[in-house]
Nanobody, 115 residues
Framework: QVRLVESGGGLVQPGGSLRLSCTASGINFKLYTMNWHRQATGKQRELVASITSDGSTNYADSVKGRFTISRNNAWNRVSLQMNSLKPEDTATYYC?????????WGQGTQVTVPP
């Protein structure tokens, strides 16, 4: 079965950095676009960043220039480097992949940036 496990969240002061990681199993990882989404309390889940199988990336306007998505196919891992964090980045961050006709999600990791 497909499994996604996130790690790396936490509490960080404004302007600080965090690195999230997601390790995938049950898929041929290198073939798939991997995504990071986030959901803040009371808001809809939104796409933050994506990386395709060939390494092309895409970012939400709100994180461009601050966040960097990368992948390590040898380790079946996708990472999200988050710099210059702001209170509005506070959310639960989820790793996601669309495979075998379905969407798979990790359990989420909380990122908190206090005002």
């Amino acid at each position: 079965q497909v499994r996604l496990v996130e790690s790396g969240g936490g509490l960080v002061q404004p302007g600080g950095s965090l690195r999230l990681s997601c390790t995938a199993s049950g898929i041929n990882f290198k073939l798939y676009t991997m995504n990071w989404h986030r959901q803040a309390t009371g808001k809809q889940r939104e796409l933050v960043a994506s990386i395709t199988s060939d390494g092309s990336t895409n970012y939400a306007d709100s994180v461009k220039g601050r966040f960097t998505i990368s992948r390590n196919n040898a380790w079946n891992r996708v990472s999200l480097q988050m710099n210059s964090l702001k209170p509005e980045d506070t959310a639960t961050y989820y790793c996601n992949v669309h495979a075998r006709g379905a969407a798979f999600w990790g359990q989420g990791t909380q990122v908190t940036v206090p005002p």
